[in-house]
Nanobody
Framework: VQLQASGGGLVQVGGSLGLACAAS????????MGWFRQAPGREREFVAG????????DYSGSAKGRFTIFRDNAKNTVYLQMHSLRPEDTAAYYC??????????????????WGQGTQVTVSS
């Protein structure tokens, strides 16, 4: 599967931003999807994950309550809606897919397919 992320940009503290990741080349609904982020000098970290049908989601502690992951299998797209953004949310955000995962929370090494990063910058 090929993944194409979009929607990053510059936003002020407390603002909102939505990311999208469009998939192609395979049956989208077969994949658990995730969002990760990586700030300069830091490891890539899990942000949110969603099950194949969209009924189960999981979030990092930092994202819980502020971010929402959802998917539209008819449009082969997974989304990440982010609210109450903080400077520490500044990072490159990556979408990821895996066909064999059983859980919606997984490490980056467990996801097989990755999109290119989209930069999110939160200014104070």
């Amino acid at each position: 599967v090929q993944l194409q992320a979009s929607g990053g940009g510059l936003v002020q503290v407390g603002g909102s931003l939505g990311l999208a990741c469009a998939a192609s080349g395979s049956t989208f609904r077969d994949y658990v999807m995730g969002w990760f982020r990586q700030a300069p000098g830091r490891e890539r970290e899990f942000v949110a994950g969603i099950s194949r049908g969209g009924g189960s989601t999981d979030y990092s502690g930092s994202a819980k309550g502020r971010f929402t992951i959802f998917r539209d299998n008819a449009k082969n797209t997974v989304y990440l809606q982010m609210h109450s953004l903080r400077p520490e949310d500044t990072a490159a955000y990556y979408c990821a897919a895996d066909r064999f995962l059983r859980n919606t929370r997984a490490s980056s090494s467990e996801f097989e397919f990755w999109g290119q990063g989209t930069q999110v910058t939160v200014s104070s």
